[in-house]
Structure formats: C-alpha cells, structure tokens
C-alpha cells in the first residue's frame, strides 16, 4: 500500500513540475480586497500545492486523534466489562463450592460410574 501511495504521489509531483516549467507567465492573487500578489502561475501553483498538502497531513492527525480517542474509550469499557464478568464467574466458582459441599457424599462405585460416564 505505501509503494502505491509513493507511486502516485511522484506521479502527481511530477505532472506539477511540468506544469509549473510550462506556466512561467505572471498572474495576479487577490489575497483578501484591495491586497493583490503577482507572481508567476508556477510559484502560485506550487504554494497551492503545498497549503493543500499540509491542510490534509493536519486533517490526517485530526482522524488520527479521534480514531484513538475512540478506541481508548472502547478499551476501557471493555475493561470495566472484563471485570465485571470476572466478578460473576467468581461469584458463580463460590456458589458452587457451596451447592458441592451441600451435596451428599458420593459412595465408590457411583463415583466410579460418573467418571466412566464422563470419559
């Protein structure tokens, strides 16, 4: 998956450079009213170019912050779950130690019966 990202974005570098080397003439920028800038369409191009790439590399960390945001919330839910299930099975391995010792001793040969039934 990187090589396809480096692909296409050396791809893309170089159709800017060879539209900035065909585009040399001058244009004019309105930045805001009454504040023009003019300067060659290929410089305009390029600072287009890099104020595009650097808004996306800061919406990419944005995602990025929200994904483990996300996923540490999820974590720790399923933490406070994990205990809780932990808790009952402890509760249920005590309810039946107490239902085992409540039980009625077992004699030999019904003992031995059970286990021949479990195998």
């Not at 779950?81 to 509760?91: A, D, G, R």
Request: net charge neutral; aromatic share 6%.
């Amino acid at each position: 998956m990187k090589q396809i990202n480096f692909v296409i974005i050396f791809i893309l570098c170089l159709a800017l450079a060879l539209f900035a080397l065909e585009n040399t003439q001058t244009g004019t920028i309105n930045v805001v009213p009454e504040v023009q800038v003019e300067a060659p369409i290929a410089v305009e191009l390029v600072l287009a170019s890099g104020i595009g790439a650097a808004l996306a590399w800061l919406y990419s960390i944005w995602t990025h912050w929200q994904r483990l945001l996300l996923s540490s919330q999820q974590v720790r839910q399923k933490n406070v779950q994990i205990k809780e299930l932990e808790k009952k099975v402890e509760h249920y391995q005590t309810e039946v130690q107490s239902l085992k010792l409540a039980l009625p001793p077992m004699n030999d040969s019904l003992a031995k019966e059970a286990q021949v039934i479990i195998q």
